[in-house]
């Protein structure tokens, strides 16, 4: 048993020492293979960036040739630690001049421009040290500002911009006025019924139970008795008898202006029973006109301007809003509502979109929301209340209107849209209104901003 014992020990023992040296060579064949692929890899990324350097030579080459034979350049430079200029890859500065980080490679077309290399494109060149790929995909910015950059020097929120902010509360109040007016200057009271001259004497109720009929416990809206009238008032008859034949009205209708205090366009020309949907026809050629005119002015505002289709949309909705005051037949007030239509929308979104543009990124979000959420809330708030002191829509549609008026005005004085004026090359107008933003707003812009701008452009 003893001798047993001793050779299992002896046998799991030699079991053991060889399973430790199989480890052993399986850990040398693994360290081995990830030095292999390690040395491959690191040979992979030097041809891979041997071959995107050569690629990026070539085209740095051509684009330098095309610039020298078009006389816009002098040269291609390429090399370390150059302090000639300031790009984006410029990170260490030393009395007072620009270097560039020594482990960066740049490549530069340098520009003559007031004697001075001015770069317009650096490219970040691959390493071969391994550096992570995106280093390649890094963008340098042009050392010459956008417009949103000079929008920063000149004041984000100055006080140019807040009398611009302030301007749309008048705008505001236009558009919200033409939207709900034509609410209020077509309402028609629940309480309508037919008219019997004969009966002008009488008071409203006794007219009503002489009259008209009942219809589900209600007076009929839409039709009367066909008896002659005159007979019954000679007779003293004061209740109409349920079993008289009825006919539709004959002579208009008259309302109930204890629910609205007013008549409107739709009472005086009775569009009510068999003319019931000329209310909401009106309507509806009101939205075919603003659907019109999103198109119409908005190419007028990408071709002739921002200002002018703000001034336009505002003298249009102003006359045609004047006009429907005047309205006698469904078809004028149809083409009046069609052409306050055109200009709805448009009244106040043109003025919207020139503050925004210089509004700096920072305020831009609380402009926009402000401006509708504070603006349209008080004018729609107020509208009501002017419709029932005026009570009258004629004048209504004339008070609702005025605010398009002084639009017409002070849309002479609200700047040109910068970016408007940048995509027709007109720099020069852009300079100018900046400069009087700039001088509005208290600050002061370095001139090489400004020439700069002109550079890029």
Request: hydrophobic share 40%.
């Amino acid at each position: 048993m003893e001798e047993a014992k001793m050779k299992v020990k002896t046998d799991m023992g030699l079991i053991k020492s060889n399973a430790r040296k199989k480890m052993e060579r399986c850990r040398n064949s693994e360290d081995r293979l990830i030095s292999q692929l390690e040395v491959e890899n690191q040979a992979l990324r030097k041809h891979i960036s041997a071959e995107v350097n050569e690629i990026i030579d070539q085209a740095i080459a051509k684009f330098s040739a095309e610039l020298i034979s078009n006389g816009e350049c002098n040269g291609i430079r390429k090399g370390r630690n150059r302090n000639f200029t300031q790009s984006s890859g410029s990170k260490i500065q030393e009395n007072g001049e620009f270097k560039h980080d020594p482990e960066d490679t740049f490549y530069e077309i340098p520009l003559q421009i007031c004697h001075e290399p001015v770069p317009i494109r650096s490219l970040r060149k691959v390493s071969y040290d391994g550096r992570p790929a995106n280093d390649l995909s890094r963008k340098s910015e042009d050392t010459i500002p956008d417009f949103e950059t000079i929008l920063i020097q000149v004041g984000e929120f100055g006080n140019y911009q807040k009398i611009l902010f302030l301007a749309m509360f008048l705008f505001a109040f236009s558009e919200a006025f033409l939207y709900l007016s034509q609410i209020f200057i077509t309402l028609i009271p629940d309480g309508h019924w037919c008219k019997v001259p004969q009966l002008s004497n009488l008071t409203i109720e006794q007219r009503k139970l002489l009259s008209i009929p009942l219809k589900d416990s209600k007076y009929d809206s839409c039709r009367m008795y066909s008896v002659n009238y005159t007979d019954l008032l000679r007779t003293g008859i004061t209740l109409a008898d349920p079993t008289w034949p009825t006919t539709e009205c004959q002579h208009g209708w008259e309302y109930d202006f204890s629910e609205i205090p007013y008549s409107t366009i739709a009472t005086e020309l009775n569009w009510v029973c068999d003319q019931n949907t000329l209310a909401p026809w009106a309507q509806a050629s009101f939205f075919c006109g603003a659907i019109v005119g999103g198109l119409v002015f908005g190419w007028i505002a990408d071709r002739f301007g921002r200002v002018p289709a703000l001034v336009l949309t505002n003298f249009i909705g102003f006359v045609f809003g004047t006009m429907t005051a005047f309205s006698t037949t469904f078809w004028q007030f149809a083409v009046c509502r069609f052409f306050v239509g055109l200009a709805f929308d448009n009244c106040f979104t043109m003025m919207y979109i020139i503050t925004l543009e210089y509004v700096g990124p920072t305020w831009r979000t609380f402009v926009s929301n402000m401006s509708i959420a504070v603006f349209f809330t008080l004018a729609e708030s107020l509208l009501p209340w002017i419709a029932y002191y005026v009570a009258n829509w004629k004048w209504l549609c004339i008070w609702t209107s005025l605010p398009l008026l002084v639009g017409v005005g002070i849309g002479w004085i609200v700047p040109e849209s910068a970016r408007w004026l940048l995509s027709q090359g007109r720099v020069d107008e852009t300079i100018s209104i900046m400069r009087r933003f700039e001088k509005m707003n208290n600050k002061h812009v370095d001139e090489k901003i400004y020439e700069s701008l002109k550079v890029k452009r």
